[in-house]
């Protein structure tokens, strides 16, 4: 049987960890206060903002909410931050996205001042990790860098195929298993021969978006097999990129959905908060 990746206790590892930390910081009179803004009542959105405070209160962060309503205009979201980016006591600012269609996400991202950019978006994030600086990265691939490590599997000089190339999963993830030392691949929806690219991992990332998509076919024998995806399937089970049940007997590690690499962004998030709390 395969090593399962537990996302939840490692997650749970990293909070208390950084709940201890803030103690500390606490004693030596420095708080951490993270806001996080909401436009519109999406329902997927509000319960990852609750989730978000719910982490914060555990760990001894100060949250502050900002629900907006749907019709906010991007003057209005953008005076906001400009507010916030100003504030001294408010460390970390959250925009949870999607934003409504009429709102420029790239614009509002932009305006996060990036020594409070605890979701690793703004440009100059992603440049930092780009040319090897210190930053803010993005929370999910953040996190699967810590499942790996902390369950003692080696990245340096082993094949990495990531699955996938968005901005806050594939691209940043692929930088970071870089920084590692592994040699990686990124796959995309043009990739020739997936199933040729895939079987040369030792380490396999999926973050395609398609349930189940990856099958045994695609896995080398003993490959460690990391599934980003979540979705729901016909009877409201929760499943990920990877159909677990069909590659869980070929691989030598893999992270189970729920409890892989989800419980590790937010945990991320919160590693990122105390991180923008010390620099400033
Ligand atoms: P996106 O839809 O932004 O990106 C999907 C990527 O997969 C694209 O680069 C796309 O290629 C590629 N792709 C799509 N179909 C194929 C295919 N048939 N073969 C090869 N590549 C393909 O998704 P995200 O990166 O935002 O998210 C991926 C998954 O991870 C989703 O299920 C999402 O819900 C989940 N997720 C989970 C998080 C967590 O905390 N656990 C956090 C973030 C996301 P191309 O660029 O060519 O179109």
């Known amino acids: 049987m395969p090593q399962i990746v537990d996302g939840k206790a490692i ?3 990293i909070k208390e960890e950084l709940k201890a930390e803030v103690e500390r910081l606490k004693a030596e009179g420095i708080s951490i206060c993270l806001a996080v803004i909401q436009v519109g009542n999406d329902p997927a959105s509000a319960v990852y903002v609750g989730n978000k405070k719910k982490a914060c209160a555990y760990i001894g962060i100060e949250s502050l909410a900002y629900e907006l309503p749907e019709e906010t205009t991007q003057e209005e979201l953008l005076a906001l931050i400009g507010d916030l980016n100003g504030k001294k006591d408010v460390n970390g600012i959250l925009v949870q996205l999607p934003l409504p269609a009429h709102i420029d996400e ?3 991202i932009r305006a996060v001042d990036p020594k409070k950019d605890v979701d690793g978006f703004h440009p100059q994030s992603v440049g930092a990790l780009c040319i090897g600086q210190p930053g803010f990265v993005s929370c999910t691939p953040a996190g699967i860098i810590q499942l790996l490590k902390r369950s ?11 699955v996938g190339r968005s901005n806050i999963v594939g691209k940043p993830m692929a930088l970071l298993l870089l920084r590692e030392n592994g040699t990686v691949t990124v796959a995309h929806s043009r990739t020739r021969d997936l199933k040729e690219v895939t079987g040369r991992a030792d380490i396999l990332i999926v973050a395609v978006g398609k349930p189940k998509m990856i099958t045994r076919e695609y896995v080398k024998e003993g490959a460690v097999v990391i599934d980003v995806g979540i979705h729901r399937n016909e009877n409201n089970k929760l499943c990920g990129d990877v159909d677990y049940d069909d590659v869980a007997p070929v691989c030598s590690a893999i992270t189970p959905v729920p409890g892989g690499v989800g419980p590790m962004t937010i945990a991320m998030l919160m590693h990122n908060c105390v991180e923008a709390g010390k620099a400033q």
């Open 11 to 13: 997650s749970a590892a």
């Open 152 to 162: 003692g599997i080696e990245i340096a000089g082993r094949e990495c195929v990531v």
């Open 106 to 108: 790239d614009e509002i």
